[in-house]
């Protein structure tokens, strides 16, 4: 048995320490939110917060982990910065397939937690590891300066 | 006399001065063991631990079994199996700057493989490079460093190998071209660096440093790749563990020199790095090196990795003159600071492919074998191995993770860029490869 | 030459009729009645598969066609509801059940979401069965008014009869209205008079995408469920020799070692058990007779092919006498094999028992993945049930049923449990149903600065021909050829062929974009280079020939003006334009691309000017433009599948390349106003950007490619296009 700090709760699960934690959060803990792209890192869908920054689920392993504090999309909406980026997507409508769009809003959050007011140079640094296939990157860059600005307002 | 006769009779004495100079350079080529000085004795001679044959837990097994612990510790098993190939059956190729050399079947098959080989066959072929049909091998096969295998260690190899099922399979042919094709001067060459001798202890050392320093020179062969070699080809141990660059790979300074050998790693940091591949800060074997450790170095006793170190440690300093002394610590956490920033191509390749584990400031967010910072490869401003890592990415076992080969989506210019902003923002001194480099360690991959 | 009088000005349409295929679209009537939903005894007003009411004031309306991205929810439920005069900010969807009769696509007989169609296919249905509904209301309440209905108006799910000030909401009409016999010809709104349609309206399914609510197929969790990924011989068409599992049998969480003749599984207790498991496997395969298969072959069969006459598809004027007259010029242009990479890997849960199984997954085909797996199963179709989810991705990969036919193949051999078999990524790029490769001979003469003669074959496989067989008519490939024989330049003499061939072993299929996507980039390309041949600029050039086209004229003249065409730029950058009448939509597109010395493009914008009719949720028409533009980019820029040894040499991301954000250029569509009715629109984005991204970098760099993806080391002038 190991626990783990996920959205707030401590979550009890069985698996290897080798287990990634995309596997024991989707599989096992039943948070579907969080996506299986690629499985070596270089797509961005299973993106999870640790102890606020971004992370790549799909190869962490959990016994790496500890009690650092996990973050899921599930869970983002509670931080001021998930919660911003969450309304610009949706009023920008960002969204076509959304599978990625996880990822995405994970990767959007920790960046608007680092670094309020991004600039390009910044999105692209923090958005590059995501890929989208319906090719919403035009609506990504605008929705994560509109989350800014709303926040600075 | 004329002229043209006296001119003909000085030349021909400058020349034979010089070749005698070569001759006699080359015949004082020190050994392997040269650097330890002391007294070398018989092994029979020598009092304490047997530092050959097998650990202690394995002396009762089967010769078999022996031989199957020796054959990991000589690594036969990488250059003697094709990519996606049957174990032991041959055909790995060594792409030379003159041609292509495959390694041959040493399965049991009679015909293609080492089947027909006697007790004799076979040693002449670890101790002296001679086929059984009498041609003579090339030092791709570290015959110079197996020569200082023990009869008995080198039949157990042989048994072990016999015991395996045999595989037809006979490797494509090699493509030397002249003069390299000529397997008759292999034999001048082996009269000048191949010693012919089986391993002798060093009296005054101890038990522990003669069991290291038979796995490192016997077995596991380290000079053939860490050594730098000399216009023969020939290991020049005047620079022993000196690093050398082969088949595209920096094979670095393993020498006690502080800055840029292995002279400031602690003996757990040594021993983590040969027996897993890893040590924290001190980034993670690849390509050749991570295949010794997972074929080789990982599946040995850890007595036997403990004496490993003890060696390696005596081997005097030698300092390499194209590595900055120092490595640098943890970039910066933000891309906007730190090195490499108007590399902006390089950068965006860093963004999109290699951030995500490797992290901005180098330490990986992932897992500590992915942590670039610390590691020799991104301290290397020739980051020839930053290159091929790119290139062929890291296979490691099942459950570790694995990197990624992005050799096919991007171009050798990409690629430079990537290597010049890697180097930049986690060396101490970055490099400034060019399309062109990157081309010719593609080239230089070995498959 | 090989000539069919009957084969003359083929199209789509025409031909899936000629076959019969269609039988539904000429049939197409509005069903009589929805399936009532599972347990519901309350009353409810269902005048047709599309729509029911009950009488708490619940409008639900039935989804026919998938959502994958393009919004179709949202526009369908946009046109029911505007016709039924429903308050679309009340209404829930569901999707539709799997039913040919009910919910066939009215283009394709069958219940397919592709071809860019749902809005266009639908359009005349749904108004249909939006005013039928509404008419059958509007009279209910009238008869209970005792006035007539014409004196009464409908708006927000509520009958008003304005005289009186009287109001009944649709909820308390479901009894009446039920009783009451459809109209034959409902009344269908003055376009002028919409007030949803042409709105732009917040998507219903994106607020549960941002929060990981949103159940994709691959998120479904029953009880007792398993978790499985399989492995298919890396060599098309190979079959299970040998498999060791001594080693995958010791992985913790491993449950079971599925070996069938043509793959093997493991299931676990969750994927990373089932994976790990598989990957210890040592597995033997017999590669078959396709172990040799490369590409070398594959091209150097598609160029001996296009060698040959294709099938006359379309003719007009002398083609032969004009070709022989004037500046000629001949050219041929080759398009690669694709994979979707669907970011949702390919899913299928299943749970079968003897007498039932339950399918859930997310397909494009829904009543086919019902039939397939009934006669895999041998159960009767009204024993499977399939549960459709919202799809990450389909892009035509989800119009194929094999990764639900190998979920119910492992599920055999299980004892009843639910299964959820992933692939990894690694299967779903090698194991793909890849876009044709594609070659296009073209040959034309210029007279006076125009094209008098055009000679157009294209050569590639025929996926109409597998996937809807009674549509392949007379050797023409309908798809094939989408895009080149509804050719919209002015040009007297014409002849469009169709050459048939199929590569050895590797499976084609639709991939967005579809036919269009080969032929667009073929023409366009072509029209450029003609253009240079007559001394004009393409613009012009283009727009000396669009005289019967005038929608598309009109396209081109606002994306020329948008993007500043003519405009000074900088050494080795350059624009583009392509234009299309593809999907029913007009669109003109202008890229600006630069290339460095090393031949690596940088995109750095595009112009889209998009007429598509009448748009009917105008935001989605631009968010699909803009994303069909990069996944079209990305082809172009990146995309190929290159077969060695009879396999995929492709496997993730690390090997098969995607545009990423910062790669991406500022995209601007511009809408063009239009009463027309609706184009099709999810696909011509894609459609729009490989030719006009080739034409930039031609301009840029005056390297003519005519192969995608683009050769970087060509433009960097280190080889020949």
């Known amino acids: ?153 | 006399m004329s002229p043209l006769r006296r001119f003909v009779l000085v030349a021909v004495a400058i020349l034979v001065v010089l070749v005698s100079a070569v001759a006699i350079w080359f015949a004082t080529t020190p050994g392997p063991l040269a650097f330890a000085g002391g007294k070398k004795v018989a092994l029979d001679a020598f009092t304490g631990a047997e530092p050959t044959g097998v650990p202690n837990d394995l002396l009762q097994a089967s010769v078999e079994k022996r031989g199957e612990y020796l054959t990991r510790a000589a690594d036969c098993l990488v250059c003697h199996t094709a990519p996606g190939g049957k174990q032991y059956a041959g055909g790995f190729a060594f792409k030379l700057p003159f041609g292509t050399l495959y390694s041959t079947n040493i399965t049991p098959d009679k015909e293609t493989g080492i089947g027909a080989y006697s007790d004799a066959d076979f040693l002449n072929a670890m101790h002296r490079g001679v086929r059984r049909d009498g041609a003579l091998l090339y030092p791709a096969m570290p015959f110079t460093s197996y020569t200082y295998v023990t009869d008995e260690d080198a039949l157990a190899i042989k048994a072990y190998l016999f015991s395996l099922p045999p595989v037809k399979a006979t490797p494509p042919a090699n493509t030397l071209v002249f003069p390299f094709n000529q397997r008759w001067a292999m034999g001048v060459w082996s009269s000048f660096f191949n010693e012919g001798t089986r391993f002798e202890p060093v009296a005054d050392k101890s038990p522990e440093w003669n069991r290291g320093a038979y796995l490192a020179e016997a077995l596991a062969h380290c000079g053939e790749c860490h050594t730098p070699r000399n216009l023969a080809f020939a290991l020049d141990n005047r620079k022993k563990f000196a690093g050398a660059l082969s088949a595209g790979w920096y094979a670095y300074n393993i020498t006690s020199d502080k800055g840029t050998g292995v002279g400031d790693w602690r003996d757990d940091e040594l021993f983590a790095y040969l027996a897993t591949g890893h040590a924290a800060g001190r980034g993670t074997a690849s390509g050749p090196m991570g295949e010794a450790v997972d074929h080789s170095l990982s599946k040995l006793a850890e007595s036997d990795v403990r004496a490993m170190v003890t060696y390696l440690r005596s081997v005097p300093a030698e300092s390499s003159r194209d590595l900055p002394p120092r490595v640098a610590v943890a970039a910066p956490a933000s891309h906007k600071e730190g090195g490499g920033s108007g590399n902006l191509r390089g950068k965006r390749i860093f963004a999109g492919a290699c951030a995500s584990c490797h992290d901005w400031s180098g330490v990986s967010p992932i897992t500590e074998l992915a942590t670039l910072t610390g590691a020799r490869a991104v301290n290397d401003p020739g980051a020839s191995n930053v290159v091929q890592v790119v290139l062929t990415g890291m296979q490691r076992p099942p459950g570790l993770v694995s990197m990624p080969s992005f050799g096919s989506i991007y171009s050798d210019a990409e690629i430079a860029d990537l290597a010049n902003y890697v180097t930049s923002r986690f060396g101490s001194k970055g490099s400034t490869l060019s399309e062109k480099d990157v081309a010719k360690l593609r080239k230089e991959t070995a498959q | ?721």
């Open chain 1, 1 to 153: 048995m190991a626990t783990l700090k996920i959205n707030g709760e401590s979550k009890v699960f069985e698996a290897t320490e080798d287990t990634p934690l995309l596997w024991v959060l989707r599989d096992v803990l039943g948070l579907t939110g969080t996506k299986f792209g690629c499985g070596i890192a270089q797509c961005g869908a299973c993106t999870v917060h640790v102890d606020g920054k971004p992370v790549r689920s799909c190869l962490l392993p959990v016994g790496g982990i500890g009690d650092r504090a996990i973050t899921t999309i599930e869970g983002i909406g509670a931080t001021p910065a998930g919660a911003s980026v969450q309304k610009a997507w949706l009023d920008l409508e960002v969204i076509q397939c959304g599978y990625c769009q996880s990822g995405q809003i994970m990767a959007a959050a920790a960046l608007l937690a680092a670094t309020p007011h991004p600039d390009d140079a910044d999105i692209d640094a923090a958005m590059a590891g995501n890929i989208c296939r319906c090719g919403t990157y035009v609506r990504i860059r605008d929705a994560i300066k509109r989350a800014a600005a709303a926040r600075a307002a």
């Open chain 3, 1 to 721: 030459m090989q000539r069919d009088s009957a084969s003359l000005d083929v199209t789509r349409r025409k031909l899936l009729q000629a076959a019969g295929a269609g039988s539904v679209l000429l049939a197409f009537h509005l069903p009589l009645r929805a399936a009532p939903a599972a347990g519901e005894a309350k009353p409810t007003f269902a005048p047709n598969a599309f729509i029911r009411i009950d009488e708490s004031n619940k409008v639900t309306l039935v989804m026919p066609q998938v959502e994958m991205g393009q919004g179709i929810y949202t526009s369908v439920a946009m046109i029911l509801a505007e016709e039924l005069d429903a308050d679309i900010a009340q209404v829930a969807l569901e999707h539709a059940p799997p039913s040919d009769t009910l919910y066939g696509n009215p283009t394709f007989g069958i219940q397919v979401t592709g071809n860019s169609n749902s809005v266009r296919a639908f359009w005349t249905p749904l108004r249909n069965a939006g005013a039928s509904a509404r008419a059958m209301l509007v009279q209910a309440a009238a008869q209970q008014w005792k006035v007539d209905p014409a004196s009464c108006s409908a708006a927000k799910s509520a009958v008003t009869h304005a005289a009186t000030g009287r109001v009944l909401a649709y909820g308390a009409l479901v009894r009446d209205a039920s009783k009451l016999t459809p109209p034959a010809t409902p009344q269908l709104k003055d376009p002028a008079n919409f007030t949803v349609i042409g709105q732009p309206l917040k998507r219903f399914d994106t607020p549960d995408k941002v929060n990981g609510k949103v159940v994709y197929g691959i998120d479904v969790m029953l009880p007792g469920m398993k978790f499985a990924t399989v492995a298919l011989c890396p060599v098309f068409g190979g079959k299970v020799g040998h498999v060791d599992d001594s080693a995958a049998k010791q992985i913790p969480g491993v449950q079971k070692i599925v070996v069938l003749d043509d793959m093997v599984a493991v299931t676990g207790d969750h994927m990373w058990a089932a994976k790990k498991g598989l990957d210890a496997l040592d597995i033997t395969w017999n590669e078959g007779p396709n172990g040799n298969v490369s590409s070398a072959e594959i091209w150097a069969d598609l160029r001996a092919a296009s060698q040959k006459d294709g099938v006359v598809a379309k003719a007009e004027g002398d083609v032969a006498k004009f070709l022989g007259q004037g500046d000629r010029l001949d050219e041929a242009y080759e398009l690669p094999f694709l994979a979707h990479a669907t970011m949702e890997p390919l899913n299928c849960t299943v749970q079968l028992t003897k007498d039932s199984c339950e399918i859930w997954t997310g397909t494009q085909i829904m009543s086919r993945v019902q039939g397939t797996v009934a006669q895999l199963t041998g159960l009767p179709l009204d024993k499977v049930t399939v549960h459709n989810h919202l799809i990450g991705g389909g892009f035509g990969r989800r119009l194929e049923p094999d990764m639900v036919l190998t979920a119910v193949r492992v599920a055999q051999q299980l004892d009843g449990a639910p299964v959820k078999v992933v692939w990894t990524r690694e299967q779903d790029i090698q194991h793909d149903v890849y876009r044709p490769v594609y070659r296009d001979t073209i040959s034309a003469s210029l007279a006076n600065g125009k094209i008098q003669a055009w000679k157009y074959r294209v050569t590639g496989s025929a996926v109409i021909a597998r996937w809807l067989p009674p549509a392949f008519q007379k050797g023409i490939d309908i798809d094939a050829i989408d895009g080149a024989a509804d050719i919209a330049y002015d040009i007297p003499n014409l002849q469009i062929e169709y050459v048939r061939a199929e590569p050895p072993a590797v499976p084609t299929g639709f991939w967005r974009g579809v036919g269009p996507n080969n032929n667009v980039f073929a023409t366009e390309c072509f029209i450029d280079e003609l253009a240079k041949k007559a001394g004009k600029d393409p613009v012009a050039f283009r727009r000396d020939m669009l005289g019967k086209t005038p929608r598309l004229k009109a396209a081109l003249d606002l994306a020329a003006e948008k993007s500043g065409w003519g405009q000074a730029l900088p050494a080795r950058a350059g624009r583009g334009v392509s234009i299309q009448t593809a999907f029913g939509s007009f669109i003109a597109t202008v890229v600006e691309a630069e290339v460095d010395e090393h031949g690596e493009v940088r995109l750095r914008r595009v112009t889209a000017a998009v007429d598509t009719g009448i748009a009917v949720n105008p935001d989605t028409v631009i968010a699909q433009i803009q994303g069909g533009l990069i996944f079209g980019l990305t082809a172009a820029l990146y995309g190929e599948i290159t077969i060695d040894k009879g396999r995929v040499q492709q496997s993730n991301f690390h090997d098969y390349r995607m545009l990423r954000i910062d790669e991406a250029p500022q995209i601007d569509v511009h809408l063009i106003k239009s009463g027309e009715a609706p184009g099709g629109i999810g696909e011509a984005g894609v459609t729009a950007s490989s030719a006009s991204l080739r034409n930039a970098l031609y301009a840029a760099t005056g390297v003519p490619l005519r192969r995608l993806p683009i050769d970087r080391a060509a433009l960097a002038g280190k080889k020949n296009a």
